[in-house]
C-alpha cells in the first residue's frame, strides 16, 4: 500500500525568498552583479527575489549554473510552492473529483 505524505499546513517557501535571504548574502554581491551574471536585467531579478515572479524553467537553469547546485533544485522549490497554492485555491472544489481506479483483471 503507498502511503501518502501529509500536506504542509504553511506554504512551501518561495525560491525567491530563499534566493534574497541565503544566497544572495552568502554571495556578497549586488543584485546588479548578480543580474549581470545571470544575464537577466536587474528588474526580472527583483520580481523573483520580490516575489511577484516565479522561477521559470530558463531562471532554473541559470541559477543553478550560478550557485553550482543545479537547475532542478530551483524547479522542485517552485512546484512545491505553485502546487501549494494551487491546493489552495482549489480547496473543495479538488475534494469533490472522484479518485477513479481501474479495474484490475
Keep these: 500500500m503507498v502511503e501518502i505524505a501529509q500536506r504542509p499546513v504553511r506554504a512551501p517557501t518561495h525560491p525567491g525568498a530563499v534566493l534574497r535571504e541565503d544566497v544572495l548574502p552568502a554571495l556578497g554581491l549586488s543584485v546588479t552583479a548578480i543580474a549581470r551574471h ?11 527575489l520580490s516575489e511577484q515572479s516565479g522561477i521559470s524553467p530558463e531562471m532554473a537553469l541559470r541559477l543553478g549554473k550560478l550557485c553550482g547546485n543545479g537547475e532542478m533544485l530551483w524547479m522542485r522549490m517552485q512546484e512545491a510552492h505553485d502546487l501549494w497554492h494551487a491546493r489552495r485555491k482549489l480547496g473543495a472544489e479538488l475534494d469533490r473529483i ?5 479495474d484490475a483483471a
Excluded at 545571470?38 to 523573483?48: A, E, M
Excluded at 472522484?98 to 481501474?102: E, G, I, K, V
Aim: net charge positive; hydrophobic share 40%.
Design 98 to 102: 472522484p479518485t477513479l481506479r481501474a
Design 38 to 48: 545571470l544575464g537577466v536585467t536587474r528588474q526580472q531579478l527583483h520580481r523573483v
